[in-house]
């Protein structure tokens, strides 16, 4: 079967979590770069890595990459690409783009130069001069990087982190796609306990918890390349049903979620229902300042809410004043804290962090620091 270059688009700094997974599902010739991972697949493997890919963003479809400097060097490139292998005579499709230290500075003007490109590519095979677009949607790619230009089709339609279990959130929510990148970056199994004590409405403990029972992301929702036809529907339900035979169903999982506000564990016990994760985490109404443990062994992976004016500064001090006091002698606790916070480290005093990663939750760059804790004996 014919071999495509697949690109999983991701947040800058989970290239080598994504790499990884890539590596478990099995795919070949991965190549990963600042925001993206190339990989090596077949067309029917689509399927598969929407379904599976936990920390990406999406999956691209690789058209084509070559260097731009004039519109006329984007048009005539673009247009020898065999779009008609994949976008349908009545193909409704639109052209998105993002243009970055290049000569081609106007994203609006490199769009339309790829749309009329494609058209006329279209035109000519498929003899027409008119498309009616009432077919399959396609959303094309165009970034424009240093000159070099990748063109590439979305297969995933709306992003990979819209699992469909998140009805109901708290303000400024970790994205899924992150939160399942912070767990796969912990040391955390399925055999230790693992809590959040500002958990909001859930999201890190429900990827901890469909990791842990492999439970492929994508499994409840739709991806756009779904009603495309050069992917057979069989393979899309063939997977799906592979997918549901390998949740580990028998395992006793010790997750447990704090927050302050009661409204907010509810909409967390739902999501985690939503999620099919219900009983695998305790959720319970409790201020940070109240957290005891003991458990000479644990986990906790948390995103502290990020304080922006004086009054929440100081209402975000106290909670790393909270954490510093239940964990500075639980050396067996390993401590994960994603913030925006540059200042955390000054506060939770144990030691200094075993590593801090750089890395950006939408806009905002934060600081995911790691305090690696004693090994159970």
């Avoid at 994949?86 to 639109?94: A, L, R, V, Y």
């Avoid at 028998?250 to 229902?273: H, S, V």
């Avoid at 005891?292 to 009054?311: A, E, F, L, S």
């Amino acid at each position: 079967m014919k071999k495509i270059i697949l690109i999983a688009s991701l947040t800058f700094g989970l290239e080598s979590v994504v790499k990884r997974e890539l590596q478990k599902l099995g795919f070949q010739n991965i190549k990963p770069s600042n925001g993206k991972v190339e990989f090596e697949a077949s067309v029917d493997e689509i399927p598969k890595a929407n379904l599976w890919l936990r920390s990406a963003d999406r999956v691209l479809l690789k058209m084509g990459e070559f260097t731009a400097i004039t519109f006329d060097e984007l048009f005539e490139q673009t247009k020898s690409l065999p779009w008609e292998e994949w976008i349908t005579e009545n193909g409704d499709f639109k052209v998105d783009g993002v243009s970055v230290k290049s000569t081609l500075g106007s994203i609006r003007a490199c769009q339309s130069i790829v749309e009329k490109a494609v058209v006329e590519r279209l035109k000519e095979y498929y003899h027409v001069e008119w498309f009616d677009k009432t077919g399959p949607k396609y959303t094309i790619k165009v970034s424009v990087l240093k000159d070099v230009a990748t063109l590439s089709i979305d297969t995933s339609g709306p992003g990979l982190n819209r699992r469909g279990y998140r009805q109901l959130s708290g303000k400024a929510s970790l994205k899924e796609t992150m939160a399942a990148a912070l767990v796969q970056l912990s040391f955390w199994n399925k055999d230790r306990l693992l809590i959040d004590p500002m958990c909001g409405s859930g999201t890190i403990l429900i990827e901890a918890a469909m990791l842990a029972r492999n439970i492929a992301p994508g499994l409840n929702r739709e991806f756009v390349s779904e009603s495309w036809p050069i992917l057979d529907p069989t393979t899309w339900a063939k997977e799906r049903e592979n997918a549901r035979d390998l949740i580990k169903r028998n395992l006793d999982l010790r997750i447990i979620g704090y927050d302050i506000d009661e409204e907010i564990i509810k909409a967390a016990q739902k999501n985690a229902q939503n999620a099919g994760v219900e009983y695998d985490i305790q959720f319970e109404t409790k201020d940070i300042k109240d957290l005891w443990v003991d458990q000479q062994y644990g986990m906790i992976i948390t995103n502290p809410p990020y304080g922006m004016k004086m009054g929440e500064l100081q209402e975000l001090n106290q909670m790393y004043i909270s954490i510093h006091k239940t964990f500075k002698k639980k050396l067996g606790w390993s401590v994960y804290v994603l913030t925006a916070d540059k200042k955390f480290r000054d506060y939770f005093k144990r030691a200094e962090p075993d590593k801090v990663r750089k890395l950006f939750n939408g806009k905002i760059e934060v600081n995911y620091y790691q305090y690696f804790g004693e090994r159970p004996k």
